[in-house]
């Protein structure tokens, strides 16, 4: 062994120079103390550092508004920025769901105020933009929490992918995320304060086939979110994307938690523990990856390289998989239902 590492380094002399051992003795120092660096930011960002508190956003009784609040990590944003003594605008498709969940917040936190408006986003109706430009026009929004969001009903092939999906993914994810923030974000930079967080997911961070449109969709607001991070900071106003994995919800169709999934509660808490945490998420700016397993896989994801060709056929085998099983499942209930008939 001793012999065959002095015939390397005899060969390399005699090729590239005196100078080329050193220079490769450096280089590898240098790369070991890269990764021993990354490893104690990773560390430090996702379970020691906190988060900027919330209150630089906004003072007790001034608003949060969170779209899609009806559910899963929407409701659970709003139900921990009352806890937090905001006001709460929730937005979502269906009245009664709104209804309900503010009268939970209003009966729990007896100072909080809330308000409703029920939209739905897919129908990029201007009334509806109309009628929330109206409702916040004299609020005082400290936070906006731009969390709707539809992925694939069930991984699909782009090529087998409907119009309808299609559409009411880009017009859900990415017309409604941009529409509402430009109504919401003048008066946080007019304020010089507030705080804009927007779902991501690694749907977006990774190219991920049979997702593709929300793949693509979620990677649109992964750019968007950060290039206006940079425009904003001069008005004061913090944005980050928000980077999920999997988290249990209607969406996901995951119910039960693990360690690699938590639910909306432990995730919306992470989050917004986090909030300004750069390292969480790999050194992204403008980015967060607050719940610390995913945190983990987003710098195991970025160190292979985010357009890694082994990621992406293991991702693309991971969702054929999926789908098989989603459309057995399919075929199941449609038998069980015809018997019920
Ligand atoms: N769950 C995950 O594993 C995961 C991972 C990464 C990122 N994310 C992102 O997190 C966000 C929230 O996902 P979730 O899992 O909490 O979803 P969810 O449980 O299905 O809740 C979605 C919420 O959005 C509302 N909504 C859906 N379509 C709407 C429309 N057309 N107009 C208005 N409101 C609409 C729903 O209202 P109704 O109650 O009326 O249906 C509900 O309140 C999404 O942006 C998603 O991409 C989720």
Known sequence: MASLVNEAVAKISSTLGPFAIPALAVFGALSVLSI????????????????????????????ALVTGASDGIGKEFSLQLAAKGFNILLVSRTESKLATLATEIESKYAS????????????NDSADYDRLAALIKDFDIAILVNNVGKSHDIPVPFLETTHKEMNDIITINITGTLKVTQLVAPGMAARKRGLILTMGSFGGLLPTPFLAT?????????????????????????????????????????????????????????????????????????????????????????????????????????NVSIRKRALKKREREAAQGKKGL
Request: proline share 4%; charged share 15%.
């Open 36 to 63: 021993g660096l990354k490893a104690v930011n990773a560390i430090l960002s996702l379970f020691i550092l906190s988060g900027t508190n919330l209150r630089k956003f906004g003072p007790k009784g001034s608003w």
């Open 112 to 123: 909080t105020q809330t308000k409703i408006l029920p939209m739905d986003f897919a129908a």
């Open 214 to 318: 929300y793949s693509g969709s979620k990677a649109f607001l992964q750019y968007w979110s950060t290039a206006l991070g940079a425009e904003l900071k001069r008005d004061g106003v913090e944005v980050q994307l928000v980077v999920g994995y999997l988290i249990t919800s209607a969406m996901s169709k995951v119910r039960k938690p693990s360690m690699m999934i938590p639910t909306p509660k432990g995730f919306v808490k992470a989050c917004l523990g986090k909030i300004g945490v750069k390292g969480t998420a790999a050194g992204m700016e403008g980015t967060i990856t607050p719940y610390w397993a995913h945190g983990l896989m987003h710098w195991g994801v970025t160190a292979l390289g985010i357009f890694n060709g082994t990621v992406l056929m293991k991702n693309l085998g991971m």
